[in-house]
């Protein structure tokens, strides 16, 4: 399962999900999804909402009980 930390970075830089979803070229309701668990971003998305939130993708997302 992917886990991320979306929602706690947002907070960090007081992001509303519509505010990082305008600077992610997404909207509101995709960022609601993705905080939620229900929706995998794509790489280049992940890429840009890593940037957004000054952070490396990995420790934005990880797969949680997945065996390598």
Same mark, same amino acid.
């Given at each position: 399962m *992917? &886990?991320?930390?979306? %929602?706690? *970075?947002?907070?960090? =830089? /007081?992001y509303t999900q519509g505010e990082l979803g305008e600077k992610a070229g997404v909207t509101r309701q995709t960022i609601g999804f993705i905080? %939620?668990?229900? =929706? /995998?971003? /794509?790489i280049t998305l992940s890429l840009k909402l890593?940037?957004?939130?000054?952070? &490396?993708?990995?420790? *934005?997302f990880w797969l949680e009980g997945e065996e390598w």
């Amino acid at each position: 399962m *992917l &886990k991320n930390r979306v %929602k706690e *970075l947002r907070a960090r =830089f /007081s992001y509303t999900q519509g505010e990082l979803g305008e600077k992610a070229g997404v909207t509101r309701q995709t960022i609601g999804f993705i905080e %939620k668990g229900e =929706f /995998s971003p /794509s790489i280049t998305l992940s890429l840009k909402l890593a940037y957004i939130l000054e952070c &490396k993708v990995d420790e *934005l997302f990880w797969l949680e009980g997945e065996e390598w």
